[in-house]
Nanobody, 123 residues
């Protein structure tokens, strides 16, 4: 069984930065994808960024150039550094794990979800 525990959410003004962290524990495949999704009120959960065990990254168009995803594979930890935040980034951010690579876009491909952490960006 795998557990994902997020930390680092909070409130910030537009233009500010936040850093999210997610620690994975349990039985994790050597090849895997760790990433972040977010869900705003009344909207569907959407992809933010992912990073595979081979280092391959994906970003949604809305965050490219402002968000950076990284991982420490030895610690099974994934970090999302968010800069130049906009109010539309306000959402619950969920850490996600997909066993195996390559990354398959889509909620159904995710094997494990974290509990979520709130990010609020005020104008």
């Amino acid at each position: 069984q795998v557990h994902l525990v997020e930390s680092g959410g909070g409130s910030v003004q537009a233009g500010g930065s936040l850093r999210l962290s997610c620690a994975a524990s349990g039985t994790i495949w050597n090849t895997n994808v760790l990433g972040w999704y977010r869900q705003a009120p009344r909207l569907q959960r959407e992809l933010v960024a992912t990073i595979s065990s081979d280092g391959t990254t994906t970003y949604s168009d809305s965050v490219k150039g402002r968000f950076t995803i990284s991982r420490d594979s030895a610690k099974n930890t994934v970090i999302l550094q968010m800069r130049s935040l906009k109010p539309e980034a306000t959402a619950v951010y969920y850490c996600a794990l997909q066993h195996g690579i390559p990354f398959y876009p889509g909620i159904a491909a995710i094997d494990v979800w974290g509990q979520g952490t709130q990010v609020t960006v005020s104008a």
